[in-house]
């Protein structure tokens, strides 16, 4: 156990409909990633917060939206899913880089088919 | 923008055979990571590798950092088939103060064979 928590493992659903992930960090890191692995884009950066706030954003979709929470959970919200939005998504979690403490720890991931 | 290569992308090699998997990169960075990813699950982190000259080994892998060539290299010594997986490398980006992301590779998909 890595010390991130992502649910769920699993997630099947049908084209058009909407899904929240969640994650769970470590505990102590105050910044939560997400990224999306696909066979044909490899692993992606998705989007970081710090602490409750939006720092970074990598190639997310307009359908894509995260936020975190003030117990530092965050969740990714997809919406109008598509067919090419199954991939596995994962979470990780550091504490802040200014501080100079290195290392990310990733989660188990979720596993997203659209059908 | 930042961009990291590996190569090679695929490695089907013998048991007890040496070899160098490579990760180059696009621009300046002082950490870079390297992680093994079995198939469907996390990605297990190796080695953080944080200044020019850093050295690092753990059993049969070995990783090393060129800052000035911006290249890093995962050795395997004398392989073994538990190290079939995927390895990647991720090169930590600094977008602003406080805010970071990795950029990874395409990764190493490594077989080893009995």
């Known amino acids: 156990d890595s010390g991130v928590t992502q649910t769920p493992k699993h997630l099947i659903t049908a084209t058009g409909q909407r899904v929240t992930l969640r994650c769970s960090p470590r505990?102590?890191?105050?910044?939560v990633y997400w990224y999306q692995q696909s066979l044909d884009q490899g692993l992606q950066f998705l989007i970081q917060y710090y602490n409750g706030e939006e720092r970074a954003k990598g190639n997310i979709l307009e359908r894509f939206s995260a936020q975190q929470f003030p117990d530092l959970h965050s969740e990714l919200n997809l919406s109008s899913l598509e067919l090419g939005d199954s991939a596995l998504y994962f979470c990780a979690s550091s504490v802040a880089r200014d501080r100079g403490e290195v290392g990310y720890t990733f989660g188990s991931g979720t596993r997203l088919t659209v059908v | 923008e930042l961009k990291v290569e590996q190569n090679p992308l695929f490695l089907s090699m013998q048991e007890g055979k040496n070899y160098t998997i490579y990760c180059n990169y696009s621009t300046t960075s002082d950490r870079l990571y390297w992680y093994r990813q079995d198939p469907g699950k996390s990605l297990e982190s190796l080695f953080v590798?944080?200044?020019?000259?850093a050295v690092k080994q753990e059993g049969r892998l070995m990783a090393s950092l060129d800052t000035k060539a911006r290249l890093s290299t995962l050795h395997i010594t004398a392989a073994v088939h538990d190290l079939s997986a995927t390895y990647f490398c991720a090169v930590d980006m600094l977008v602003i103060q406080g805010a970071q992301k990795l950029v990874f590779g395409q990764g190493t998909r490594l077989t080893i064979n009995p």
């Open positions: 505990s102590g890191d105050l910044s």
């Open positions: 590798l944080l200044s020019n000259g």
